[in-house]
T-cell receptor
């Protein structure tokens, strides 16, 4: 099955600087890659996602890049703010005939701390 | 706003009792919902896939007789932890897909078994 690795496990960044989190996946058939932000005691919140037919997607201070050949994708947060502090998870899934109901395989998470 | 709700948000029970957790999709229908378990400082572990109108599909190593899943309607799935023990204490989270592949998660339920 699919295996998703995520690095680093912890990341501290000065406020205003950029943060980058990287994930690699094993199954070349994976074609959907969401990123989730989880605050303490809460459920994961979808912040951005990318499908395999594009290489980059941006939403204000957040961007995701995808390299299908190398099987890795990255989350980029620019101009970081204290409220960006949380645990971030990457995930991957494969579109199949069960449209919309594919299982997600999660990375191990990155604890991001923004230093004021 | 929230698109998936869970109830209760927190529950404490005695060992040997059963606990039911509800997951609801708000303003959309979900023929499939997913149940996850998360231990402190760890990633989400998929327990089972809840299917409306049919049996749930359990991941390897998850006891189906212990974690009963019922997808009662297109907007409601329930997870019942039967004969709960302290090792079942965890954070349980459900998700539902809305649109093409996009999964939205509930706020989670923290279960503490004494």
């Amino acid at each position: 099955g699919e295996n998703v690795e995520q690095h680093p496990s912890t990341l501290s960044v000065q406020e205003g600087d950029s943060a980058v989190i990287k994930c690699t996946y094993s199954d070349s058939a994976s074609n959907y890659f969401p990123w989730y932000k989880q605050e303490l005691g809460k459920g994961p919140q979808l912040i951005i996602d990318i499908r395999s037919n594009v290489g980059e997607k941006k939403d204000q201070r957040i961007a995701v890049t995808l390299n299908k050949t190398a099987k890795h994708f990255s989350l980029h947060i620019t101009e970081t703010q204290p409220e960006d502090s949380a645990v971030y998870f990457c995930a991957a899934s494969i579109t199949g005939s069960n449209f919309g109901n594919e299982k997600l395989t999660f990375g191990t998470g990155t604890r991001l701390t923004i230093i004021p | 706003g929230a698109v998936v709700s869970q109830h209760p948000s927190r529950v404490i029970c005695k060992s040997g009792t059963s606990v039911k957790i509800e997951c609801r999709s708000l303003d959309f229908q979900a023929t499939t919902m997913f149940w996850y378990r998360q231990f402190p400082k760890q990633s989400l572990m998929l327990m089972a896939t809840s299917n409306e109108g049919s049996k749930a599909t359990y991941e390897q190593g998850v006891e189906k007789d212990k974690f009963l899943i019922n997808h009662a309607s297109l907007t409601l799935s329930t997870l019942t932890v039967t004969s709960a023990h302290p090792e079942d204490s965890s954070f349980y989270i459900c998700s539902a897909p809305r649109g093409a592949q996009t999964q939205y998660f509930g706020p989670g339920t923290r279960l503490l078994v004494l």
